[in-house]
């Protein structure tokens, strides 16, 4: 089956399944020249299909590729709507994503403990199933609005903007000032779907180890802010902060970098400063 990808620039973009086996290349460049050679496709080698999964019985078509375009369209005009309400009631959206475990949740309890007296916050809990990250921040002053999105396919692996405009109706915009969305914790579709927020920030735990910049680049692109988390960890750890950083660079050299344990509360004052600053915050 084709993977889909949504480019930065808003094109969509699809990577057929013998994509797999050869370079792919982008605006027209790729060879036509009657004798051009395909490496074989991996997916065709009995020995190593269970390396990426077989996909030859599945085929893929225009219509797909239509009604994919419409889903994001779809998106984004919900997106823009949601952000025209928030700033009609003068609020701020932030949306943090991560991989599972990461330590959003974590980060959240602290922030929202932080920012209690200076400034009114919202969340927008994402889980597949259960209450209990949401739960964990209740108590802080906070309104919490719970999305699960377990009656999706399987689960959604993400939020998008329909599912916070239905999260929003359930917060009293007119009585925040901040609202903090908590992703579902996925590295690959989070990234892809404008939900409406002003912001957006993502936790990168040195647990993950130091390839993933490299590895999920359209996080990583598209995110203003890095949370480095348990840093408090890294003496036990074989984590390369250098080639991390490095690799962060390479993909997002704009990106906002904040060393950070939420455990200990290391550097959570830098994320908070972040968070805070004028243009973030109005």
């Not at 922030?111 to 990250?133: F, H, K, M, Q, Y």
């Not at 929003?168 to 908590?182: A, F, M, Q, S």
């Not at 999920?216 to 348990?230: D, G, I, L, S």
């Not at 550097?267 to 600053?277: A, C, F, K």
């Amino acid at each position: 089956m084709g993977r889909f990808h949504r480019h930065d620039d808003g094109t969509i973009h699809e990577h057929d399944h013998d994509e797999l086996g050869h370079v792919h290349h982008h605006d027209g460049d790729h060879p036509h020249d009657g004798d051009h050679d395909h490496e074989p496709l991996l997916s065709q080698d009995p020995d190593r299909v269970e390396l990426i999964g077989d996909h030859r019985g599945y085929a893929t078509g225009v219509e797909r590729i239509t009604v994919l375009e419409r889903i994001y369209d779809e998106n984004d005009r919900c997106a823009a709507a949601n952000r025209a309400l928030l700033d009609a009631n003068g609020v701020v959206a932030v949306n943090l994503m991560s991989s599972p475990g990461a330590g959003k949740t974590t980060l959240l309890a602290r922030t929202l403990a932080a920012l209690a007296p200076t400034r009114r916050c919202g969340v927008i809990e994402g889980d597949i199933e259960t209450s209990l990250d949401a739960d964990r921040l209740r108590g802080y002053g906070a309104q919490v609005s719970l999305l699960n999105t377990g009656a999706g396919f399987g689960g959604e692996c993400h939020l998008d903007a329909p599912m916070v405009a239905q999260a929003l109706t359930r917060l009293d915009l007119t009585t925040l000032d901040l609202v903090l969305i908590e992703n579902v914790g996925n590295l690959v579709c989070p990234a892809e779907f404008d939900v409406g927020a002003h912001r957006r920030a993502m936790i990168a735990s040195v647990t993950e180890g130091e390839d993933k910049p490299v590895k999920y680049p359209v996080m990583f692109r598209n995110v203003e802010a890095v949370v480095v988390n348990k840093i408090d960890l890294l003496p036990y750890l074989a984590f390369d902060m250098d080639l991390f950083l490095a690799n962060l660079t390479a993909i997002n050299p704009a990106a906002a970098v904040i060393m950070a344990s939420a455990t200990t509360g290391e550097g959570v004052e830098d994320w908070l400063n972040w968070l805070t600053r004028p243009s973030v915050v109005l």
